[in-house]
């Protein structure tokens, strides 16, 4: 049986909560952390949180990471498409 690991994502909370009120003193709100505020609707309406803390730690780790929606900044986002 394979070893199974967990990668925990620490964030301080209160920049948690300045990104969720779109307060652009965040460290979430730099550019290459974002997911464009004009797109917080429905669902997403307090943002992308947990995309965005996991995208920049593995980023800090020298990842390069992409978010699936094609409309993300600087290419950054992707569409997978199957049949």
Do not use: C
């Not at 948690?16 to 952390?33: C, G, M, P, W």
């Not at 307090?46 to 980023?59: K, Q, S």
């Amino acid at each position: 049986m394979g070893v199974q690991a967990e990668l925990v994502v620490p964030y301080d909370p209160e920049q948690r909560e300045k990104y969720e009120a779109q307060d652009l003193t965040s460290v979430y709100h730099s550019a290459q952390y974002q997911y464009p505020i004009a797109l917080w609707h429905g669902i997403y309406r307090r943002g992308r949180f947990p995309e965005v803390a996991v995208r920049a730690a593995l980023m800090a780790m020298g990842f390069s990471v992409l978010i699936s929606d094609p409309e993300m900044p600087n290419e950054g986002g992707f569409m997978l498409t199957h049949y």
